[in-house]
């Protein structure tokens, strides 16, 4: 294609295609929206992904592609997919390089959490909008977190739960034809079951008290990746929890941890209802978990959140599109630069869910990389 003095060449895609993501939609929704790429004189490569074993697993795909070839990666999916793109641009020699390959993301999953984040949550079934990303947005940086776990090490863009929050999702794949109404009905069948989990937390805490997190976040809210970054609570009389939950000191530490476990470092076992971090401020369309995430603080937003009564949880339902997490008396929410979750007795059976996505259940460790990822923003 021409390319003219002054004037950006077209960008050049790799396109994805997950058949099996969110309703199964994605053959279609490409078939919608080629004829602007065409128009917009894209040069375009489609790719359909496979199932984890597969040799077309995005993972796998993308610690393949050639760098040079491409101006952008375009996964028509959910998070999943996005996860497993970054994560296969990590795992290369030249991680460091891949990682500035920026993902645009063409909502087509259950949960499309990075495309609420960059359209917002009305913006988000605007498809033309978000082709509109694609062709014209520019990229920006995003904050990636490790996550280890055994002897394996992911990364992770968007959030790791633990407790209801990944039973809601993970624990609802089977009825996935529902949309993203499956994390609703999984929230109520924990809520109603009651289900509390016993874990170890040990968090090193970069600040505690909510009113200072929103007036910093209100400070710098101007950076924010989010295309339309959602407004906090002006009122800075907010509750701040403290961090005195009980503290169990014969328990053994992790032997690594025990020589950073300065100031700022916390320990807690406590019985939870959800366990989540995050760095975005939008885990799906409804729910606006993070509403002090930035996605490039360099900090992870944790929200510790008690076994509540129905009541109250149902009342935490109604309030997640506005940040219900934050604004509660009984959620204790930190900016935290990297914690540990170990699971213990019973809880040690529940899911652990990363961007989404299963992963074994046993002790992890969470650490936040500043600006290590792209994604392409409007
Ligand atoms: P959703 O939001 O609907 O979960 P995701 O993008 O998160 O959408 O889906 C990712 C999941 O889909 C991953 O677990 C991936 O392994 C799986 N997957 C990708 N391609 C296929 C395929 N062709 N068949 C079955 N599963 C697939
Ligand atoms: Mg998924």
């Not at 003219?4 to 994805?16: D, K, N, S, T, Y």
């Not at 009651?194 to 009113?211: A, D, T």
């Amino acid at each position: 294609l021409p390319s003219f003095a002054g004037i950006e060449p077209h960008r050049r895609l790799l396109v994805f295609i997950n058949p099996h993501g969110g309703q199964g939609k994605a053959q279609q929704i490409w078939e919608n929206v080629a004829p602007i790429f065409k128009a917009a004189r894209c040069p375009v490569h489609l790719q359909h992904t496979g199932p984890a074993e597969s040799p077309n697993n995005a993972t796998t795909l993308a610690s393949e592609i050639d760098l040079g070839a491409w101006d952008a990666l375009v996964p028509i999916s959910g998070d999943g997919i996005i996860n497993e793109l970054l994560n296969g641009l990590a795992s290369r020699p030249d991680a460091l390089k891949a990682l500035r390959m920026p993902i645009a993301p063409l909502p087509g999953g259950s949960g499309n959490a990075l495309s609420v984040n960059l359209l917002g949550p009305e913006g988000v079934d605007d498809l033309a909008l978000a082709v509109l990303g694609v062709i014209k947005g520019s990229p920006i940086p995003l904050d990636l977190c490790s996550v280890t776990h055994g002897d394996r090490r992911m990364f992770s863009f968007l959030s790791q739960a633990f407790g209801l929050a990944a039973d809601l999702d993970i624990g609802t794949e089977w009825i996935r034809w529902m949309g993203d109404t499956r994390f609703t009905l999984g929230y109520l069948w924990g809520v109603f079951t009651r289900k509390s989990y016993s874990v170890e937390i040990i968090l090193n805490v970069k600040e505690s008290s909510k009113s200072a997190m929103a007036s910093a976040y209100n400070a710098h809210q101007a950076s924010s990746p989010v295309y339309e970054p959602p407004a906090v609570p002006s009122d800075l009389s907010m509750p701040t929890p403290s961090l005195s939950m009980p503290l169990e000191d014969d328990i053994p530490l992790h032997t690594e941890l025990k020589a950073d476990l300065g100031p700022g470092w916390h320990r807690m076992r406590v019985p939870i209802q959800i366990l989540y971090g995050g760095k975005l401020p939008w885990v799906s369309r409804g729910s606006q978990q993070f509403p002090l995430a930035t996605g490039r603080d360099g900090l992870i937003d944790l929200v510790v959140v008690p076994p509540r009564g129905v009541q109250e949880s149902i009342k935490g339902l109604e309030g997640a599109e506005r940040g219900a997490f934050l604004s509660s008396p009984s959620c204790y929410y930190y900016k935290v630069a990297s914690y540990i979750c170990r699971p213990i007795g019973s809880a040690a059976k529940g899911y652990i869910s990363i961007d989404g996505e299963s992963i074994p259940n046993e002790e992890f460790h969470v650490e936040c990389h500043p600006g290590l990822a792209r994604v392409m923003s409007l």
